[in-house]
């Protein structure tokens, strides 16, 4: 029994756009999207997720911003961002705390169930494999040498601008010589990977662990992913079942 056999969950085809139109529950064929890579963010979707985000989040802004920024934003706090108008001694002890909550993810690290096991089956496939995070570049180089895994490109958040802008994975598809309608972006933010895929024209995939993301929720906030897994195991699915794998 093959590995894919053994994998195989139930997945859900959230995105109605006409290029997803073919039959979700049919072999790959010449009439499927050619697929020639795919993306994946880092924490949280590679790696377990480890940070206490809140807690940092609390941490940054204190209690009442905190809880000011929430209710304004439900699907999510775009803390890097929203520290870049603050004056520069305010940002720089933003950033140490920051970091520090990240180093104490490091010494935690994990690599996520199935992760080396998709990117052995993409290899298998000679599919390119990239990585978008918005972690520090001595996460993703940690990454690479505790699990033996090399992403190329790996765009960490010394690139600007990160993510949601389209602009990282639109410098993957240039570099790989790519469409982005040839590319998959893989990780567990509706609010910055999925929309970092969609503002691209790439196809999304969000990986939604805890059930938070049902269809009402992508809808209300205008970003619906054109897959939703469970885990890394069902993305084998999502792959063999609606793409023509072409490197």
Same mark, same amino acid.
């Given at each position: 029994?093959?590995?894919?056999?053994?994998?195989?969950?139930?997945? *859900?085809?959230?995105?109605?756009?006409?290029?997803?139109?073919?039959?979700?529950?049919?072999?790959?064929?010449?009439?499927?999207?050619?697929?020639?890579?795919?993306? @994946?963010?880092?924490?949280?979707?590679?790696?377990?997720?480890?940070?206490? @985000?809140?807690?940092?989040?609390?941490?940054v802004?204190?209690?009442?911003?905190?809880?000011?920024?929430?209710?304004?934003?439900?699907?999510?706090?775009?803390?890097?961002?929203?520290?870049?108008?603050?004056?520069?001694?305010?940002?720089?002890?933003?950033?140490?705390?920051?970091?520090?909550?990240?180093?104490?993810?490091?010494?935690?690290?994990?690599?996520?169930?199935?992760?080396?096991?998709?990117?052995? *089956?993409?290899?298998?496939?000679?599919?390119?494999?990239?990585?978008?995070?918005?972690?520090?570049k001595?996460?993703?180089?940690?990454?690479?040498?505790? #699990?033996g895994?090399? *992403?190329?490109?790996?765009?960490?958040?010394?690139?600007?601008?990160?993510?949601p802008?389209? %602009?990282?994975l639109l410098?993957?598809?240039?570099?790989?010589?790519? %469409?982005?309608?040839?590319?998959?972006?893989?990780?567990?933010?509706?609010?910055?990977?999925?929309?970092?895929?969609?503002?691209?024209?790439?196809?999304?995939c969000?990986?939604?662990?805890?059930?938070?993301?049902?269809?009402?929720?992508?809808?209300?906030?205008?970003?619906?992913?054109?897959?939703?897994?469970?885990?890394?195991?069902?993305? #084998?699915?999502?792959?063999?079942?609606?793409?023509?794998?072409?490197?």
């Amino acid at each position: 029994m093959t590995l894919l056999c053994l994998l195989r969950p139930v997945v *859900f085809l959230l995105s109605s756009h006409p290029r997803m139109a073919m039959a979700h529950h049919a072999s790959a064929t010449a009439n499927s999207a050619r697929l020639r890579g795919v993306v @994946f963010d880092m924490d949280g979707t590679l790696t377990v997720p480890v940070i206490d @985000f809140p807690s940092m989040y609390r941490a940054v802004l204190g209690e009442d911003e905190y809880s000011a920024m929430k209710s304004r934003n439900p699907s999510g706090i775009d803390i890097l961002h929203h520290i870049e108008t603050w004056d520069p001694d305010k940002q720089r002890r933003a950033y140490e705390t920051i970091a520090e909550y990240e180093r104490q993810g490091l010494r935690r690290l994990q690599i996520m169930p199935s992760a080396k096991e998709l990117c052995d *089956f993409l290899d298998s496939k000679q599919m390119r494999r990239g990585l978008i995070t918005r972690n520090v570049k001595e996460a993703v180089d940690l990454f690479h040498l505790r #699990f033996g895994l090399t *992403f190329s490109p790996a765009l960490s958040r010394e690139f600007h601008p990160y993510k949601p802008s389209p %602009e990282p994975l639109l410098h993957i598809c240039s570099t790989w010589d790519v %469409e982005p309608n040839e590319v998959m972006i893989v990780g567990d933010s509706l609010k910055d990977d999925v929309a970092c895929g969609k503002r691209a024209g790439a196809f999304t995939c969000l990986l939604d662990e805890t059930g938070r993301y049902d269809s009402s929720y992508c809808e209300a906030a205008g970003i619906v992913p054109d897959f939703k897994v469970s885990s890394l195991a069902e993305v #084998f699915l999502i792959l063999e079942e609606n793409f023509e794998l072409k490197p």
